[in-house]
Nanobody, 114 residues
Framework: QVQLVESGGGLVQAGGSLRLSCAAS????????WAWYRQAPGKQRELVAR???????TYADSVKGRFTISRDNAKKMVYLQMNSLKPEDTAVYYC????????WGQGTQVTVSS
């Protein structure tokens, strides 16, 4: 089973920035598309950003222009640079491949205060 370890979350004021990191084990990292998802309290988990095996990126409309997803295949890492954060970005953020595995890491909490 691939392990997914997210880090980098925290408490930040609106307008601030955070960079999330995800370490993934497993030998097949580079052939998959990877993504960041988030789940706010009382809401379903949603796809935030996706990066294909070739590096093509797509974003949810709510984060377009503010978030940037990237990957480092040699390190088996996925990153999410989050700028101009808003209170509505508050959620637990998870990384997973896309389509996702049936299991998840522990996630990392992002809290944006107004």
């Amino acid at each position: 089973q691939v392990q997914l370890v997210e880090s980098g979350g925290g408490l930040v004021q609106a307008g601030g920035s955070l960079r999330l990191s995800c370490a993934a084990s497993g030998s097949a990292f580079s052939i998959f598309a990877w993504a960041w998802y988030r789940q706010a309290p009382g809401k379903q988990r949603e796809l935030v950003a996706r990066i294909g095996a070739g590096g093509t990126t797509t974003y949810a409309d709510s984060v377009k222009g503010r978030f940037t997803i990237s990957r480092d295949n040699a390190k088996k890492m996925v990153y999410l640079q989050m700028n101009s954060l808003k209170p509505e970005d508050t959620a637990v953020y998870y990384c997973n491949k896309h389509p996702h595995y049936d299991y998840w890491g522990q996630g990392t909490q992002v809290t944006v205060s107004s």
